[in-house]
């Protein structure tokens, strides 16, 4: 045989297999439950799919404007200023994105360079890092500490140098749970007054947030808005993670760089889920309930699961709980995620593909935006380990 026709140097070469896809793919396998990966296993709000089926058939079938249809974006506007006392311009200061993760990955495409360094908070969601390397930076990964996940501002302070480029946080925080503090959100803020690095502030969760907390956006922070983007999504807030919508905020000096990526990556998004978000959105109470919607099934999970050999501290925000398993067994959280799939048809995430250098606590990750039904046949499972 002759040499290969196309030769190339890849950009993510030491990408590893997604741990989602492998655990779905072993749920599939096994006929396991699977609450494994992010997403509701029950429909959104019928009144929203009747929005979209009404901007369906109302001629909402061409391209949307770039930057999203004004109408969604005002009520956007409209929300955060509300929530967390920041105006941002409709006009030019919000774009609508194909998903948070667009948000993202245009974020960092728009603002890292070869040489760059990007500061990521570990355990971490599985896109920032290859955004980054695919775009020529380096990552810069900080631990969070003990089972808890708390930062060390002290480490985070001293991890700051000349080719810090953007500092990328996520709070609610997937896949701990943690809510950042009024606390933290002061300590970073004063860690990056004076710099010219960029904050990614991703906020996906933002209103799945548990009593006693409080979601803290860097919107809320004048010295950390001015330099940040934050980024949403309207599939992790409605329950309809597969229309791959949400959107990013950020001062208009940002935002036009931004919109530069934006516009010869996806150009525009769906035009009629757009008109029917700007409706919704109007009435507050679709996404202020979240957090009582979802603090019950959190509650109730974890109420079958107390008599249970997991230990636990329920979790602050976003749809997922951590359990540690370390009086069940002495397996890496790997081969004890595996075995629950193969034995007890049950899926989960193993926590210590999203640490520093695989750091392994005995932890694995559940969701619980899952039907009653779903919640009640998985603790069962669990319960009887």
């Known amino acids: 045989m002759g040499a290969p026709l196309h030769k190339f140097k890849s950009k993510l070469p030491l990408l590893p297999p997604s741990i989602f896809a492998n655990m779905t793919q072993l749920a599939e396998q096994y006929n396991a439950i699977n609450i494994s990966q992010g997403f509701p296993n029950f429909e959104p709000d019928p009144i929203l799919l009747e929005l ?3 901007a369906l058939k109302s001629g909402y079938n061409q391209y949307a404007p770039m930057g999203g249809i004004y109408s969604l974006r005002e009520v956007i506007s409209e929300k955060i200023e509300s929530l967390y006392g920041k105006t941002y311009n409709p006009s030019s200061e919000i774009c609508i994105t194909v998903g948070a993760t667009q948000a993202i990955f245009t974020a960092i495409s728009a603002f890292v360079w070869p040489g760059d360094e990007v500061i990521v908070f570990k355990p971490a969601y599985d896109c920032y890092e290859p955004a980054i390397i695919a775009n020529g930076g380096q990552p810069i990964l900080i631990q969070m500490e003990g089972k808890d996940y708390a930062i060390n501002w002290k480490s985070f302070r001293a991890h700051i140098g000349a080719k810090t480029r953007m500092v990328i946080i996520n709070t609610p925080h997937n896949p701990s749970g943690k809510v950042f503090s009024n606390d933290d959100m002061l300590q970073l803020q004063e860690c990056l007054k004076g710099t010219n690095i960029i ?27 001015e330099r940040s983007f934050v980024c949403a999504s309207f599939g992790k807030t409605f329950h309809a993670t597969g229309w791959k919508m949400g959107y990013c905020a950020a001062p208009a000096t940002l935002m036009k760089e931004f919109l530069k990526i934006h516009e010869f990556n996806v150009f525009c998004v769906n ?9 919704y959105l109007k009435t507050a109470y679709n996404y202020l309930s979240l957090g009582s919607f979802y603090e019950k099934k959190r509650d109730l999970f974890l109420d079958r699961i ?48 999203f ?6 606590h005995r932890q694995i990750r559940v969701c619980f935006a899952k039907t009653e039904e779903t919640i009640i046949q998985a603790t069962e499972i669990l319960s009887s380990l």
């Open 306 to 353: 107390s008599s249970s050999k997991f230990s636990f501290t329920p979790t602050q925000g976003t749809y997922f709980q951590l359990l540690d398993y370390s009086n069940i067994s002495n397996e890496s959280d790997l081969e004890f995620g595996k075995r629950l799939v193969e034995e007890h048809r049950l899926a989960c995430i193993p926590i210590s593909v």
């Open 199 to 225: 904050l990614l502030s991703d906020e996906v969760y933002e209103h799945i947030v548990f009593k006693g907390n409080s979601h803290e956006s860097a919107s809320k922070y004048p010295y950390l808005a």
């Open 52 to 54: 979209v089926a009404k």
């Open 355 to 360: 640490n520093k250098d695989h750091l392994d």
């Open 271 to 279: 035009h009629p889920f757009q008109v029917a978000l700007a409706e």
